[in-house]
């Protein structure tokens, strides 16, 4: 069948010239021998994968990092010649098309190397990990310098092992209180300290140790929700170095417009009853795109203004209250600018009583991600 696409005027727009500032003010920002890894798990936070890893690429990232098996062999069939790590842990029948896709994991289990090690002899390549401190997310990584020597030196004496890096993860590195941070901070040190040799690439960083600590940003760091142009808290987005660029908006058309009278009511559960003659309009989103209903009163742009949900969200459509009446096919904000107004996903996430991570994650494949730059 011929390639029929976005006929529902809902999409994601994705401004990829955002992605390459909030980036290339990044590189700015690190010293300059410092790689920026940048993090597309999830599909780039929801964003497309592809299409933001090859922009960071351009404006200054050497590394990629994704969560799962499946997407580093979504990237790498896309991208050749860039590093791509796997942050979480892998299933050992994973191993091999990791050394044969030139794919990096996560190692923290002395285990798991005995496991893979009769197939290691075999491997058409070298199998690249990097080893992984839990200094204190509590999350995956060893807990104890013995614990560390033993995966390091199971993992030297392997003959088709490189341990290329040595990495952990910040619990609180967005908070303002810094003792826990510190605390990781100083656990990761010493646990690098004990190896013999201190392998090539050392990282701890997240987006905010990269934006508003020091002394943190060793071989690397990993950037993830800044790329997209989002703050990981209110602090650190009180401490920007930079200002970041939104680069998703969510945008959609009005597909129906109609008046209702007094005591006329809208949606499931005729939850709402409308007080006057007042103009209402139907909009082509629902939970089903991840427009969930933990979002009734939520506003959207419209003409320039912004206007109320009204009733329950549907599956697939949501009701809004127009201050006027407009034309089918106008256009609706419900992330990103019209006019002088904005929606941003903080707006959403405090709605939801959650953090600006998981809006664009949750986001569904039904809504296109539409590229848009002008470079
Ligand atoms: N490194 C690891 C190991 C991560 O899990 C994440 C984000 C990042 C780097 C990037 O963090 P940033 O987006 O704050 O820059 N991981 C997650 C997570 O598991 N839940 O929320 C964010």
New binding site residues.
């Given amino acids: 069948m011929e390639h029929l696409q976005n006929f529902r005027p809902t999409q994601a727009l994705i401004n990829l010239d955002a992605v390459y500032a909030n980036v290339s003010n990044l590189r700015q920002h690190l010293h300059s021998d410092v790689h920026i890894m940048a ?1 597309i798990k999830a599909n780039a936070y929801g964003h497309g994968d592809i299409q933001v890893a090859k922009t960071a690429l351009r404006a200054g990232a050497t590394m990629l ?1 994704v969560a799962t098996p499946e997407e580093a062999l979504h990237v790498r069939k896309h991208i050749s010649d860039v590093p791509i790590l796997i ?1 979480g842990a892998v299933p050992v029948s994973f191993a091999p098309y990791a050394a044969k896709y030139d794919i990096t994991l996560t190692v923290f289990s002395t285990e798991w190397l005995q496991r893979i090690a009769s197939s290691a002899t075999t491997f058409e390549k070298f199998l690249t990990v990097h080893l992984k401190v839990d200094s204190g997310m509590g999350r995956i990584g060893v807990r104890t310098i013995s614990e560390l020597r033993d995966v390091y030196d199971t993992a030297t004496n392997m003959p088709n092992v490189v341990v290329d890096g040595i990495f952990t ?1 910040f619990a609180t590195a967005d908070e303002e209180d810094p003792t826990f941070y510190e605390q990781q901070l100083q656990t990761f040190t010493t646990f690098v300290q004990s190896l013999p040799v201190k392998p090539r690439i050392v990282h701890a960083a ?3 140790a990269s934006l508003v600590k020091e002394h943190v940003q060793f071989d690397a760091v ?5 790329m997209y142009g989002l703050a ?1 808290s209110d602090y650190v987005a009180e401490h920007l170095p930079y200002p970041l660029q939104p680069a998703l908006s969510l945008v959609t058309e009005l597909v129906h417009v109609k008046q209702l009278h007094a005591g006329d009511s809208v949606g499931y559960g005729a939850t709402y009853v409308a007080k006057e003659d007042e103009w209402v309009g139907t909009l082509p989103i629902g939970y089903a795109d991840g427009m969930i209903r933990g979002l009734a009163n939520q506003e959207v742009l419209v003409g320039g203004e912004r206007a109320p949900i009204i009733g329950r969200i549907c599956m697939d459509q949501v009701m809004i209250k127009l201050p006027k009446k407009f034309p089918i096919g106008e256009s609706v904000v419900l992330i990103g600018k019209q006019g002088h107004e904005e929606i941003f996903i903080q707006e959403w996430a405090d709605r939801l009583h959650t953090i600006v ?1 998981e809006v664009p994650c949750m986001l569904t494949e039904r809504i296109p991600r539409v590229f848009v730059t002008e470079k």
């Fill in positions: 993090v990092a942050l993860h997240n987006t905010a990993r950037f993830g929700i800044s990981p991570y």
